[in-house]
C-alpha cells in the first residue's frame, strides 16, 4: 500500500506526519518525494548511500546543420531554447528531457547528451525502516523525472508512506497519481483552507482516495472542519497546537519519540486508512 502526504503549500506539518507515522508504524518504506526540499532526514539522521544519479537528455545543437530557423525555441513550452539570430542557446537546467526539439527539427541539428537532475539515496535504519529520497541539483526544473526514478525504487513487499512535494504542480501529481491513498495535511487558517482546497481539487481529478490530518489544531477557526463535515471527508487524525510537539520539532526530534502515546494514534489512523480503502470509500 503506497500512502501519499501531501499539502496544498509548505510549512503545514506534511513531513512531521509522513515521519512520525513511518517511525510509529516500522517495517515501512519512508520515500522523500520532496526533491527541491528533502527534509526526512533531518529529524531521522540517517547515514545515506547513494543508490544512482539521474540523468535526463539534454539537447546539444550543432551549428554547421543549424539554419537558426527557430522551430525548435517554438516547441520548447520550458523555454530551455532561445533562437537568437546568430545560435540557438540552450538552458539545460530548464529542459525536462522531451525529446521534442529534436523531433521538430528537420535539418538533424539536435544532438542529445546526457544531463544531471540529481541523485536518489537511501538507507536503512536499526528499527528495519527503509528510507529512500532524492535530491535534485540547485537550479535544475525538472523535478517530475527524478521522482519517478525515486518510485522506480519502492519496495513493494512493504507499505510505502511518501513525503510528497508541497503545491499542485506536475511534481505533486506524479507522486499523488501513483498512490493508493493520499493524506491532505492542513492547518484551519485561511491560507490554509484556501491552500487546502486546492489539493483536494487535485487529489479529486486524480480519484485517488483522500482523508486529512489537521495540524496545530487549535489555532486558528474551525472552517477546515466544517467543510469536511459537510463533504463528508474523513479527519484521520488531529495533532495539537502543542508548545512540547513545537519544540521538538524546532530541534529535529520526531515526537512520537518523545511522546510514544502518539505511536498509537499514527498507527490508529493507518488502519482507519486500511479499512476505508477495503471499504472502498475515501472519494467524493
Ligand atoms: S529547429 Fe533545428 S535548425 Fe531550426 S533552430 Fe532549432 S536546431 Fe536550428
Ligand atoms: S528536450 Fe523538450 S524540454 Fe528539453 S529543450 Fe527540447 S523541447 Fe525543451
Known amino acids: 500500500m503506497k500512502v501519499a502526504i501531501a499539502s496544498g503549500k509548505g ?27 528533502p527534509n526526512c532526514n533531518l529529524f531521522l539522521g540517517l547515514e545515506l548511500e547513494k543508490l544512482e544519479y539521474v540523468t535526463c537528455q539534454v539537447p546539444e545543437i550543432d551549428p554547421e546543420k543549424c539554419t537558426l530557423c527557430g522551430k525548435c525555441a517554438d516547441f520548447c513550452r520550458y523555454n530551455a531554447l532561445a533562437a537568437l ?136 477557526d474551525s472552517r477546515v472542519e466544517e467543510f469536511c463535515g459537510a463533504k463528508g471527508i474523513p479527519i484521520l487524525l488531529r495533532i495539537p497546537d502543542d508548545r512540547r510537539i513545537a519544540q521538538l520539532y524546532s530541534e529535529g526530534i520526531p515526537f512520537v519519540e518523545e511522546m510514544p502515546e502518539w505511536k498509537e494514534k499514527f498507527a490508529g489512523m493507518f488502519s482507519a486508512i486500511r479499512a476505508i480503502m477495503e471499504s472502498g470509500e475515501g472519494t467524493e
Not at 510549512?11 to 526540499?37: I, M, P, Q, R, W
Request: glycine fraction near 12%; proline fraction near 6%; charge should be negative.
Open 85 to 220: 539570430p546568430s545560435r540557438v542557446l540552450v538552458f539545460p537546467a530548464l529542459c525536462h528531457g522531451c525529446g521534442g526539439c529534436g523531433l521538430v527539427c528537420t535539418e538533424g541539428a539536435v544532438r542529445e547528451k546526457p544531463g544531471i537532475l540529481g541523485i536518489l539515496e537511501s538507507a536503512r535504519s536499526d528499527s528495519s525502516l527503509e528510507f529512500s529520497r532524492g535530491v535534485l541539483n540547485v537550479g535544475e526544473a525538472a523535478a517530475t523525472p527524478l521522482i519517478r526514478a525515486l518510485q522506480r525504487h519502492i519496495d513493494n513487499s512493504r507499505p510505502a508512506i511518501i513525503d510528497s512535494p508541497p503545491g499542485v504542480a506536475c511534481p505533486v501529481l506524479a507522486v499523488i497519481g501513483a498512490a493508493d491513498y493520499c493524506v491532505l495535511v492542513t492547518e484551519s487558517t485561511p491560507f490554509g483552507f484556501h491552500d487546502f482546497r486546492l489539493a483536494l481539487e487535485a487529489v479529486k481529478a486524480l480519484k485517488v482516495p483522500f482523508g486529512v490530518v489537521l495540524n496545530r489544531d487549535g489555532l486558528g
Open 11 to 37: 510549512g503545514t506539518g506534511k513531513t512531521t506526519v509522513a515521519v512520525n507515522l513511518a517511525l510509529s508504524l516500522g517495517g515501512v518504506h519512508l520515500l522523500d518525494c520532496d526533491v527541491e526540499e
